[in-house]
């Protein structure tokens, strides 16, 4: 699994109305029954006044790729990034990811995603690169287990 930051550059497609329902609704097609998590669970946004210029994913590599091919299909300009690694680490410093994610938020289903995504996707060799990256200090419980 992969976790990727969306960002639509070309604000002009979000002028047409209901766009974010109509991209998520399209997104929703682009997915594989594969996918462990539940739709709700792995496309999320904030949408301000019915908008969305920013989402995350949380879907394999295949699907991830569909989705960007998808964008570029319909002339979409959109930034992507690949942020599997920052989450795993415990240090995406999106500003949109901390407001999304954060444990200590009225919702915390996205911060419970985030937590369940890295347990099923963190590997002895992510842990070896997070010591590697962010030092030995940086572990959790979660990770000395895996190790």
């Given at each position: 699994?992969?976790?990727?930051?969306?960002?639509?550059?070309?604000?002009?497609?979000?002028?047409?109305?209901?766009?974010?329902?109509?991209?998520?609704?399209?997104?929703?097609?682009?997915?594989?029954?594969?996918?462990?998590?539940?739709?709700?669970?792995?496309?999320?946004?904030?949408?301000?006044?019915?908008?969305?210029?920013?989402?995350?994913?949380?879907?394999?590599?295949?699907?991830?790729?569909?989705?960007?091919?998808?964008?570029?299909?319909?002339?979409?300009?959109?930034?992507?990034?690949?942020?599997?690694?920052?989450?795993?680490?415990?240090?995406?410093?999106?500003?949109?990811?901390?407001?999304?994610?954060?444990?200590?938020?009225?919702?915390?289903?996205?911060?419970?995603?985030?937590?369940?995504?890295?347990?099923?996707?963190?590997?002895?060799?992510?842990?070896l690169d997070k010591i590697l990256s962010c030092g030995i200090s940086s572990l959790n419980q979660y990770d000395k287990s895996i190790l």
């Amino acid at each position: 699994m992969k976790a990727t930051y969306f960002k639509i550059v070309d604000t002009n497609i979000l002028d047409v109305p209901e766009f974010s329902e109509i991209m998520f609704d399209i997104i929703k097609a682009y997915l594989t029954e594969d996918n462990k998590l539940k739709y709700e669970s792995y496309v999320v946004g904030t949408l301000v006044d019915g908008v969305s210029e920013e989402f995350f994913t949380f879907m394999d590599s295949e699907t991830t790729d569909k989705l960007i091919s998808f964008f570029s299909e319909y002339n979409i300009m959109l930034d992507c990034k690949d942020i599997t690694s920052d989450i795993k680490n415990g240090n995406c410093e999106l500003e949109e990811f901390k407001k999304q994610f954060n444990p200590l938020s009225e919702c915390t289903l996205n911060a419970d995603l985030v937590e369940r995504f890295v347990k099923e996707n963190m590997t002895k060799d992510d842990v070896l690169d997070k010591i590697l990256s962010c030092g030995i200090s940086s572990l959790n419980q979660y990770d000395k287990s895996i190790l």
